[in-house]
């Protein structure tokens, strides 16, 4: 039976397509947040639908993505893969010098004056974007029994640690992380430390690891175990809760991948998962408080919305596999709790997903700006698998 969810997403993401140049002779426009959300919406289109036509769409993307992001801008002075390889070297080694981001404007050079608006506008690399293609290539790799893209996610987070983390001065403590780097990784463009990114750094090597040791073919390429531990270590020190309904959603995303890995026999910081659950119950309580989505739709972000909406579908996936745990449980009392609590706001996606499905919202100017994400956010929303439930490996 034809479900109108699916159907909805499906309309969404052929739009997307078009617009976009991935299947049109539209110019290519490609943005390593998005593009990362739509690879996988459509490998869980082809899993819902039982068309590989949709797989076939995501590896074109992939292509795409690697042979734009992972390349010099047109407009700029250089030219070839940003990691310096030849052109052979770079083709069997796409991600080894990041993926820039894709914002419109050329990255801020070194001389020139920090314009924080202007910031937002101009190219680089973000560690959080790079981390979100991690995923979207293990899921690939995980979909597809295929190790390359695996090998791939993981030469980049250890390019990634490798850039965006460094000892503080006088070598103490932890490491830190710089936001935004360059293109070419050899400078901070924003210093400053995002609140999630040891969290995401940790738990996206976690799940490429135990996706390399259950492929039956070997993943060749790089072990994480120092990067991994080092993520742990600043996660350790830092504080997760925020008001930020993307932010929220993403801790939610990240304990429901936690909750898997644990059951697919990983081992993760010993009770991390009731750590995420507790900073975004807290962020939930304030974030609802606030009023924020009694405003009018033209003041808000939809895509920051459709995050929060993104992680209750990973709640209500994370509390459904806790009630059909038996023996080998893995989800203590506590997090029990904290998910009946969690379920509780279970209204407030629906809230948010109706709100950006109603058509006059999507004529908004504030809609279309930010169309490309708004609309593959939301189809993640409304088909939500394929981004958020982690492909079984080695069948």
Not at 37 to 56: D, H, K, M, S
Not at 165 to 178: E, I, K, N, V
Request: glycine letters at 8%; hydrophobic letters at 35%.
């Amino acid at each position: 039976m034809p479900d109108p969810r699916t159907d909805e997403a499906i309309a969404l993401m052929n739009r997307f397509a078009e617009r976009t140049g991935l299947a049109s002779t539209q110019p290519r426009r490609r943005y390593l947040w998005t593009d990362a959300f739509a690879v996988c919406n459509y490998l869980g289109l082809a899993r819902t639908t039982g068309q590989q036509g949709y797989r076939e769409r995501a590896l074109e993307l992939v292509d795409q993505v690697h042979h734009t992001l992972g390349r010099h801008r047109d407009d700029g002075r250089r030219s070839g893969w940003i990691s310096g390889l030849s052109e052979q070297q770079g083709e069997q080694h796409p991600t080894r010098g990041g993926l820039r981001i894709g914002k419109d404007l050329p990255e801020r050079g070194p001389r020139d004056p920090i314009d924080e608006r202007l910031e937002w506008d101009r190219d680089g690399q973000y560690f959080h974007y790079l981390t979100k293609w991690m995923h979207a290539l293990d899921q690939v790799s995980r979909f597809t029994q295929q190790p390359r893209f695996n090998s791939w996610a993981r030469e980049l987070a250890h390019s990634a640690f490798e850039a965006f983390t460094y000892l503080p001065s006088p070598a103490w403590g932890p490491r830190r992380m710089h936001w935004k780097l360059s293109i070419d990784l050899t400078r901070a463009l924003v210093p400053s430390m995002g609140q999630h990114d040891p969290l995401d750094g940790y738990v996206s090597n976690l799940q490429l690891g135990a996706t390399a040791a259950a492929l039956q073919q070997p993943a060749a390429g790089l072990h994480l175990e120092d990067e991994t531990h080092q993520y742990a270590t600043m996660l350790r020190r830092g504080e997760l809760a925020t008001t930020d309904p993307l932010g929220i959603g993403g801790l939610l995303i990240d304990a429901y991948r936690v909750q898997q890995l644990m059951q697919q026999g990983a081992q993760p910081d010993e009770l991390l998962l009731e750590r995420l659950l507790e900073a975004a119950l807290a962020g939930l309580q304030h974030y609802t408080r606030g009023g924020e989505l009694q405003l009018p739709a033209k003041h808000r972000l939809a895509f920051r919305e459709l995050g929060l909406a993104i992680g209750l579908h990973a709640v209500e996936r994370m509390q459904q596999a806790a009630e059909h745990e038996h023996a080998h449980a893995t989800t203590h009392s506590q997090q029990r709790a904290q998910l009946q609590t969690l379920m509780q706001y279970l209204p407030l996606r629906d809230e948010i997903e109706s709100t950006w499905r109603d058509p006059e919202q999507q004529r908004a100017a504030i809609w279309i700006e930010h169309q490309d994400i708004n609309e593959v956010m939301l189809a993640t929303s409304l088909a939500p698998d394929g981004f958020l439930v982690l492909f079984p490996v080695g069948d």
